[in-house]
């Protein structure tokens, strides 16, 4: 019985294509900017623990699947699932956190969305855009494969023209969010896994040639002060010569009609502008600009702002100024509750206590956020610190592993280059000394500053501690990075009494950013400064880091660990973690612990 089955399947499997693929295309810049039908709200879903709904019962890829969405045609017909009887999940959303069964579930779940269209007449194309699945998803439009996509935190998009009918149409997603050695992240990490659909879905409406990457950056070169340029340079999804494009910035009176080359592109044509005209964007002044981008006669707006950033031995200048970076790291959770973070109102609440803070800049900790986090961060004067989850121990020697990390980091940005709050891609964090190590970041350097030169690169490391209390950085690393970061954490995995007995070696000439310290405390618990746990501990642990830090010769920056406590799985202990780490200055809740005060204070004399 099941020979023949398999036998039919696969001679239906020829008669329907069910696997051939459209195109998986380069993630598109501003998606915002274009026409398009949003697919966020209720999707029908399907917990698939053995994966039954993709393979046959030897494992091997099944043309019967889910995607199929078969419904019995006759009364004999026997299909043992149906996504219109499924319960339903909110799109963008973690099912985690949707339904508690699913709190710790680590696997396939299978989701669908019908919808109507009426589809855009040819030549307009269709985009279907994920703003992040995480982490391995195959997409299928109306039975058909559309594509597959592997990384749990950043965007990518499929053309899906071919694919779509008049009437209804229906999307299915299946989602896998298990753990493996060769993934990144690996297999362990310090945060909840938080499996699904996890930012918004689109449809996204373009001509056959679009602007499929644009930007503007402010270079760092002026002329004795009296202008500046703007750096403005395009590039479409076809290599096509002759096409018009324009760049308004009303404001600035800007108005720049440019030709794509052979290859399709506009390359960083240098826009002079009268200095005393442009505002300069700043944490005190942040300053966006409403810019339009047209190409043939479709426009795309946006909000750009101008800002140079750059080092100098030891400082880093923002806008030609030292700055210090009063900074914190902050997880892409949502507060009360946990679940992955994905609205404006969430990064809103996040970015708000992080201002009363006094924080000027944030490090959105361990794999890039919501674009939404980016924008708000952006509007409130938070320069930003940008990260891939290359995450401890990533499988160095595979070419596979490397291939993905790398397309992480140039998904995140592209997403994010034309945000001034941007000043530093992250590359890593926390990750082993080997010479495949080095070999792998080396190389992941290299493509940050080949995507994007306009901006510093940078990696959380880890210090080595010599005999008498002396912590030294000694990292290959190095030569890559632009500002020299790392974590310690004197005074919670190590004595507190340390502290005023160190000393650092940083051997390199370059700035630095303390891109971790802290402990954890359970908020409301109070008790000696000695005890694990207590507001007090905490509170502690921040004045005697302070005062330690503060000595460092180069201090640039901080980003202590972290604004809110957040859910781990590796954090078991009873009626204290009860999976959160501890170690947030407020509560999920947002109650202000001890420690929060103590940083404040400090941001204020910097
Ligand atoms: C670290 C990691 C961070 C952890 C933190 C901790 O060094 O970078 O992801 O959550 O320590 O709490 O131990």
Known sequence: MKFIQTLSAIVLGML??????????????????????????????IVDVQEEGYYDYRMNPTPWGFF??????????????DFDLSPTMQIPGDWNTHDERLFFYEGTVWFKKSFNLSPAPSPLKHLLYFGAVNYECRVWVNGQQAGHHVGGFTPFNFDVSDLLKEGENTVIVKV???????????????????????????????TPVYLEDYSLTLSRKEDGGRTKEICFSAKLNKAEAGHEVTLFIPELRLEEHLTTDANGEVKSERIKVKSNRLQLW?????????????LDSTTIADQIGFRTIETRDKQILLNGQPIFLKGISIHNEKPNGGGRANSAEDARTLLSWAKELGCNFVRLAHYPHHEEMVREAEKMGLLVWSEIPVYWTIAWKNSKTYENAR???????????????????????????????????????????????????SMAMEVTSAANYVNRLNDNMNKYVDVVSFNQYIGWYRDVNDAPKMTWEIPYNK??????????????????????????????????????????????????????????????LPHVQDFYNMKGLVSDKGEKKKAFFVLRQWYDTK
């Open 16 to 45: 329907f294509p069910t696997m051939a693929t459209a195109g998986t295309l380069p993630v598109i810049q501003n998606v915002d900017g274009y026409e398009s039908l949003s697919l966020n709200g209720p999707w029908n879903y």
């Open 511 to 572: 700035p630095v950013i303390i891109s971790e310290f802290g402990g954890g405390a359970k908020y409301g618990y109070h008790g000696p400064k000695n005890q694990r746990w207590t507001e007090e501990f905490q509170e502690n642990l921040y004045r005697e880091n302070i005062a330690m830090l503060d000595k460092i010769d180069g201090l640039s920056g901080t980003t202590p660990w972290i604004l809110k406590d957040f859910r781990s799985p590796r954090r078991v």
């Open 68 to 81: 199929r969405n078969a419904k019995p045609q006759k009364p004999e017909d026997l299909i043992e699932y």
């Open 407 to 457: 397309q992480q980091l140039t998904d995140m940005i592209i997403r994010d280059h034309n945000r001034a709050n941007v000043i530093i891609w992250s590359i890593a964090n926390e990750t082993p000394h080997s010479a495949e190590r080095d070999d792998f970041l080396g190389r992941l350097a290299q493509q940050a500053r080949t995507l994007d030169n306009s901006r510093l690169i």
């Open 176 to 206: 896998d969010n298990k753990r493996h050695a060769e993934d990144v992240p690996t297999q362990i990490f310090d945060w909840w896994n938080y499996g699904g659909i996890t930012r918004d879905v689109k449809l996204v409406k373009v």
């Open 282 to 294: 700043s944490p005190e002044n942040p300053k966006l600009y409403q810019v339009q981008v047209c």
